[in-house]
């Protein structure tokens, strides 16, 4: 057969394994449900570890005064300022810098990484402008997000359970991440202290509920994947300690650890998951988060290069590196509304050295870019109407016309439009008419920011 129809057959085959019908929607959403019950009645019950995150209160629009922030989630990390002025005032002032974090350090040594962010704190702070008031005689405090899984002790410190999103760093794991930033901050000179510990589910959380006292539940779809969201006291079994007053507590899902045998997984799933840095785990972020669809997409190309020759007689040597196709390519690739697809195009070129492609061959590009971001998409609406479920919320209540809200962060949902639509389209149709105008998908603008320096403020040592 010609190189079309064995391509083409690759592509259906796939496209049938990635398949994502309503029906097998609502089974990842049981199950979803099912395991957050597990993970919340007893430790290690569940893949979801269902962690407790000790914020028992939420933003309130009360909270004054100067405040900093850390989010080191992935492939950068920012430090924030903001000068807060309670009710009426809000947010009055803000600032952030983004600084990349150099590769080698992700795999390196605990002490090398830390070094690196306290400095360019430090940098920072040293920066501090008009329109910021610290507090006379008081140190600065800090709101450290930190997104990876980790097992809080108290409001501001907790060990590292295990690296995801490509670090990889032994030295970490099992120690106190706060205490780790608190000793190179003092190399550094810097006198600062960590006043809350949160993750960029958390503090999205709370910076969503900042602007909107709907938000009971963020989700973070960026390099990695997670969500989490506002528990009753009553409803954590493994919880042994304190009923806090608002008889409420924020549960870290690690939702990004979810797996079931309704996940549609194939081959290339298979193989990505045993060749990666951490095989066998964080099965559901591996279908859906931005680190992992591009090299999804290269994995198809690459069997249709080599099965049915669709770039030529021999295999791009390009198309053979892991990780080469990067998702945000990709969603450049799949947006592509030119008639001649020359963003498609371009990017085999440019990013794979495949050149002069047929117009034919870039369809099956975008049709594949489509596969891939519409199971993703589609899983994470299913993940979100597990949350519902759980919460009660995927049915009309009765008399009850408040809206609840779903704050939305990360780079995947800000910037990969079809993703998004997909994602928002699907919940809907899971929901259905009466229960979708209860719910509401918003993006939390750098929720996880603001929401970890409200946290630092709420969790003052001063108060
Ligand atoms: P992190 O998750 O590392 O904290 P972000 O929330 O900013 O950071 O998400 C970054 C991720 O978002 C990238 O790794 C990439 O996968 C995805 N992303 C960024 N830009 C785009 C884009 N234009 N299209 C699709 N995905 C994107
Ligand atoms: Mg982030």
Redesign the pocket.
């Known amino acids: 057969s010609s190189k079309w129809a064995r391509a083409m057959a690759i592509l259906r085959e796939f496209e049938e394994k990635c398949g994502t019908p309503i029906a097998k929607l609502r089974q990842v959403a049981d199950a979803m449900t099912v395991e957050m019950h597990a993970g919340l009645a007893s430790e290690g019950g569940s893949k979801l570890k269902m962690l407790i995150s000790y914020v028992d209160n939420l933003p309130t629009g009360d909270e004054k005064g100067l405040f900093y922030a850390l989010d080191l ?4 990390f920012r430090v924030l300022r903001v000068q807060l002025g309670g009710k009426d005032k809000r947010v009055a002032k803000q600032e952030f810098e983004e600084v990349s974090i150099p590769p080698h350090l992700m795999t390196g040594s605990s002490e090398a990484l830390f070094d690196f962010i306290a400095q360019a704190l430090a940098k920072f702070v040293a920066k501090e402008g008009e329109g910021y008031h610290p507090a006379p005689g008081r140190q600065r405090e800090l709101g450290f997000t930190f ?1 990876f899984p980790v097992r809080q002790t108290s409001i501001s410190s907790g060990t590292l359970i295990k690296w995801t ?1 490509g670090f990889n760093i032994e030295d970490t794991v099992g120690e106190d991440v706060v205490g780790e930033l608190t000793k190179a901050m003092e190399r550094q000179k810097l006198d600062m202290r960590v006043t809350a510990l949160v993750n ?1 589910t958390i503090g999205t959380l709370a910076g969503g509920r900042y602007h909107h006292n709907g938000v009971i539940a963020a989700v ?1 779809l ?3 994947t997670n969500a989490a969201y506002v528990e009753r006291v009553h409803a954590i079994p493994k919880w042994h300690g304190l009923l806090p007053m608002s008889g409420e507590m924020v549960i870290n899902m690690e939702w990004g650890n979810f797996r079931s045998s309704h996940l549609p997984l194939t081959e290339f799933d298979q193989a990505l998951d045993t060749e990666s840095l951490n095989p066998g785990e964080q099965i559901f972020e591996k279908l859906i988060s ?2 992992y669809l591009g090299e999804i997409v290269r994995r198809v190309l690459l069997k249709m290069a080599d099965e049915a020759a669709l770039f030529g007689d021999t295999v791009p040597p390009k198309l053979k590196v892991p990780f080469i196709l ?3 390519h ?3 690739m799949h947006h592509d509304s030119s008639p001649d697809l020359k963003v498609v195009g371009s990017k085999l070129k440019d990013v794979l050295e495949i050149s002069n492609t047929s117009l034919k061959t870039r369809k099956i590009v975008v049709e594949l870019c489509d596969v891939v971001a519409t199971r993703g998409a589609r899983l994470s609406a299913a993940g979100i109407l597990g949350i519902l479920k759980k919460l009660g919320k995927d049915t009309v209540q009765d008399g009850v016309k408040q809206q609840s809200v779903v704050a939305m ?4 949902y800000e ?2 439009t079809r993703f998004r639509t997909t994602m928002e389209s699907t919940l809907k149709e899971l929901l259905g008419e009466g229960v979708a105008e209860n719910i509401v998908v918003e993006h939390s603008n750098d929720g996880s920011g603001i929401g970890a320096a409200l946290l630092a403020a709420s969790h003052s040592q001063y108060l």
């Open positions: 989630g992935g492939t950068n997104s999103k960029d973070i960026g390099t990695g931005g680190m990067r998702t945000p990709m969603s450049a962060d990360g780079g995947l910037h990969y």
